[in-house]
């Protein structure tokens, strides 16, 4: 059984691009949610999709947007990239009784 | 509203000590679930326990103890004889139901000297 598993680890963008991190969910986990971690925060829930719709949002702008694949994996894509954009994004999933997290991409926009 | 709060930022203690993090947490739901994770320098989140709202039942697993208060909204989380290796960042959490989203505190850092 593999885990969560999220890529690329480390990524620097400049401010106003767009970026997509990647999420395979653990085997078998048909819901999956996405977290933005700023440092020495508490992750702060973006979305959550389940079944590839979207079930869940946190207080985050539109132009952070999800997709979720028909094989559980998922996309994150942010647009537009703000400098406070920079941060842990975590990926999650779950097949009801909590969820496992994947390490996170660490993204730094200058 | 939900809100979870942990007021310990950082715990230093040396090793073999026992040390208690804090947690507490706010909700108007009659049902939820509450969670404790660490985070080891490698950044991923490694579930510790859920304990769903009917359960006030303190739990031991190893040197690991939740002490579960409903009367205090509290949700504790002791360590006995800490080791280096549970250094680390631990959070506290909340959820509305078993698949509803995560609620974090800020979390506490815990260093473990030798």
């Known amino acids: 059984e593999t885990g969560v598993t999220q890529s690329p680890t480390h990524l620097i963008k400049t401010r106003g691009q767009q970026v997509t991190l990647r999420c395979s969910s653990q085997s078998g986990h048909n819901t999956v949610s996405w977290y933005q971690q700023a440092l020495g925060q508490g992750p702060q829930f973006i979305f959550q999709?389940?079944?590839?719709?979207?079930?869940g949002r946190g207080n985050f702008p539109p132009r952070f947007s999800g997709l979720q694949f028909p094989n559980y994996s998922s996309e994150l894509n942010v647009n537009a990239l703000e400098l406070d954009d920079s941060a842990l994004y975590l990926c999650?999933?779950?097949?009801?009784?909590?969820?496992?997290f994947g390490s996170g991409t660490r993204l730094t926009v200058v | 509203a939900q809100k979870v709060t942990q007021a310990q930022t950082e715990i230093s203690v040396v090793e073999k000590e026992d040390v208690t993090l804090d947690c507490v947490y706010e909700?108007?739901?009659?049902?939820?679930?509450l969670f404790w994770y660490k985070q080891p320098p490698s950044g991923e989140l490694v579930f510790l326990i859920r304990?769903?709202?009917?359960?006030?039942q303190n739990e031991i697993s190893g040197r690991y103890s939740w002490n579960f208060q409903k009367s205090t909204s509290s949700f504790n989380f002791t360590i006995t004889a800490s080791q280096v290796v549970d250094s680390a960042v631990y959070f506290c959490?909340?959820?509305?139901?078993?698949?509803?989203?995560?609620?974090f505190g800020k979390g506490t850092k815990l260093s473990v000297k030798p």
């Open positions: 304990r769903n709202s009917f359960d006030e």
């Open positions: 909700t108007r739901d009659t049902t939820y679930y």
């Open positions: 959490a909340l959820s509305r139901g078993s698949q509803g989203n995560l609620i």
């Open positions: 999709y389940y079944r590839e719709e979207e079930n």
């Open positions: 999650a999933s779950s097949l009801g009784q909590g969820y496992t």
